[in-house]
């Protein structure tokens, strides 16, 4: 089972097979065939229904916006494929924000919010991204 995860680049995870039958028919061959078996298709099920979580190294950002803007340019950024990684609440509405082009993202940012708004950069971290 390990060997599958691995072999599938998964770290930092556990997979649980539950055996119905205590028999040894299968014999020890078979026993780790059909774990393997079940640990990859539960991880081709879950990759093609979007389950899978991965970690990569992104820019970090923030975007202070008026309350009155942060809705809408929010839901424009997300559909233009920005990881928004929450919102804050206080005086402003902050963005956080990662991204992997700086310039890319300053022109998605400029373009939404009219040239009105600058990203401050805030250093690198590792997100999760859906794969």
Same mark, same amino acid.
């Given at each position: 089972m390990l060997e599958a995860l691995s072999g599938r680049g998964f770290v930092d995870c556990?997979?649980?097979v539950t055996r119905?039958?205590?028999g040894v028919l299968l014999g020890p061959g078979g026993l780790v065939r059909a774990y393997s078996e079940a640990v990859l !298709? !539960?991880?081709d099920e879950a990759q093609s229904g979007g389950l899978v979580v991965g970690r990569e190294r992104r820019e970090l950002f923030r975007l202070a916006l008026s309350h009155a803007d942060a809705g809408r340019i929010e839901a424009e950024l997300r559909q233009r494929g920005v990881l928004i990684l929450g919102t804050d609440y206080g005086r402003d509405a902050v963005l956080h924000i990662a991204g992997d082009d700086a310039a890319r993202l300053a022109a998605i940012v400029a373009g939404a919010t009219a040239g009105s708004a600058e990203l401050e950069a805030l250093g690198h971290e590792w997100v999760d991204v859906e794969r």
């Open positions: 556990v997979a649980v119905y039958f205590g !298709t !539960t991880i």
